[in-house]
């Protein structure tokens, strides 16, 4: 298998800076029961900013800081603040580095199969070395102890394809992000050559 991606890159980034317009309106200095009410019934009813989420991972996607996605997200959010009557504009920051992905690649084949899956690669992961381009795949299972020591000594050296479940829900995501970290940890004490994850995402 191979992986690569770009190293950093210096460049300046875009932020929204906004102002709202008009005078504030002052709290009551305790809520009634009407007040609540209002509250809860406007939480649970229509909202936009469930379609504006829809909106930036559906339309923009990965919104790598930086990146031409993430140009065009900032570009988009300054139009719907205009458009809801917020004083926005976009200003200017240094950023020292960035991560953005310059290419991926893989090829798996063996035992008369060959195929090209598609990949990205891990948002600041370090560019596959010269040895690892071409590695065994080894079955990594969901990548906790026993998986990696069923594995042995045939972790080292190989990439390990671990299995994750369908991602559904924000506890789905965090709960991904905490156990890729004991994951890796594990594939470099193995001394595994990468680690390939099976994509979470519907589609």
Do not use: C
């Not at 370090?126 to 042995?152: E, K, M, N, Q, Y």
């Amino acid at each position: 298998m191979r992986l690569s991606r770009s190293g950093p890159t210096a460049g300046f980034l875009a932020m929204l800076s906004f102002t709202m317009l008009g005078a504030a309106r002052p709290l009551p200095a305790q809520a009634t029961d009407a007040d609540i009410g209002r509250l809860v019934t406007a939480v649970l009813s229509d909202t936009p900013m469930l379609r504006d989420l829809e909106l930036l991972a559906d339309r923009f996607g990965g919104r790598a800081t930086g990146s031409e996605a993430h140009r065009r997200a900032v570009q988009w959010a300054l139009g719907r603040f205009r458009d809801a009557g917020v004083d926005a504009r976009v200003e200017p920051f240094p950023m020292p580095g960035l991560w953005l992905e310059r290419a991926a690649t893989a090829t798996v084949q063996g035992d008369g199969v060959r195929f090209s899956p598609r990949i990205a690669a891990l948002p600041f992961s370090i560019g596959t070395t010269a040895a690892a381009r071409s590695a065994p795949l080894v079955d990594g299972g969901r990548g906790d102890s026993a998986g990696f020591a069923a594995l042995g000594a045939g972790s080292r050296g190989a990439w390990i394809l671990i299995e994750q479940d369908e991602l559904k829900d924000l506890d789905g995501l965090f709960r991904e992000y905490a156990e890729a970290a004991q994951i890796e940890a594990r594939a470099w004490r193995a001394g595994a050559a990468g680690v390939a994850y099976m994509g979470s995402r519907p589609n």
